[in-house]
């Protein structure tokens, strides 16, 4: 099973503690949205569990195995990530930017297209194949970008702020549609400021929050403490309301006092 499992993490820049004793299990089969002020480290949390930075306390693991200690394939195999949105550098065509996605099967390249052209379909973004990446809107590249989290069909799937740059249509659709890899049996850690798209996921995914490096918050979606613990994540009073056809949180109008 490929879990990814960070024990009493932590992660100094100098003399900054961005993490601190962070313990956190994301599951396969599992919705982890990771809520947090922005400078909180849930970005750096990331970037630990895919071996992109070493920790400076605890132990990571990724499907058994210290992320480091695997080759950029193997780490491929088990883990996708969908960072924040940044346009490529080389203009190159929407399916070969996806098709590499697969670079870790050593597949033939009709196949990788063929995946390709299958997850492009299922964002809505099959017209774009052709396109080169330089002519997308920052909205169509971030639904290209998540197509290639598809076409690599890793059983973990890391997300940083899937809905940035998209309306809030396919904002609806990216989270529709990560709420059917949780249960197709992908585990997913979600990286959020929107608390609200999360109730397109469906069910009762967990939510955990980060705040000044350490884990602060454990809790699920439907908990009806919920607004409350928001609340002392992000220093402003929250409260939960009932709304197209689930929960939605909004800031309470006794909101003075808020932290910066």
């Known amino acids: 099973m490929t879990d990814l499992v960070f024990d009493r993490v932590g992660l100094r820049l100098g003399a900054r503690a961005v993490l601190e004793g962070v313990s956190l299990r994301v599951a396969a089969g599992e919705f982890v949205a990771l809520l947090g002020p922005n400078g909180a480290g849930k970005t750096s949390l990331i970037k630990l569990g895919l071996g992109l930075a070493l920790p400076s306390a605890g ?3 990724l499907g058994g195995a210290a992320p480091r200690a695997l080759s950029p394939r193997e780490r491929a195999r088990r883990a996708a990530w969908l960072p924040q949105a940044e346009r490529p550098s080389e203009p190159v065509p929407v399916i070969e930017l ?5 670079y870790f099967a050593r597949e033939p390249h009709r196949e990788a297209r063929a995946r ?9 973004a099959a017209a774009l194949a052709d396109r080169s990446v330089h002519e997308l809107s920052g909205g169509e590249l971030q639904r290209c970008q998540l197509a290639s ?11 940083d702020e899937p809905g940035s ?6 904002q609806v659709a990216i989270y529709r549609l990560l709420g059917e890899l949780w249960r197709e049996g992908h585990g997913i850690l979600c990286v959020t400021h ?5 109730a397109h996921v469906g069910g009762d995914p967990r939510v955990v929050g980060l705040l000044d490096g350490a884990l602060t918050l454990e809790s699920r979606w439907l908990a009806p403490a919920l607004a409350g613990e928001l609340s002392q994540l992000y220093g402003v009073p929250l409260q939960a309301a009932s709304g197209g056809g689930g929960r939605v949180f909004h800031i309470s109008a006794e909101s003075n006092g808020a932290r910066p």
């Open 59 to 61: 132990q990571i693991s």
């Open 98 to 102: 996806v098709s590499s996605a697969r």
């Open 116 to 124: 390709a052209l299958a997850a492009l379909e299922r964002v809505g």
């Open 149 to 159: 989290v598809l076409a690599q069909g890793a059983p973990l799937v890391l997300v």
């Open 165 to 170: 740059h998209l309306d809030p249509r396919h």
């Open 194 to 198: 929107d608390v609200n798209l999360l």
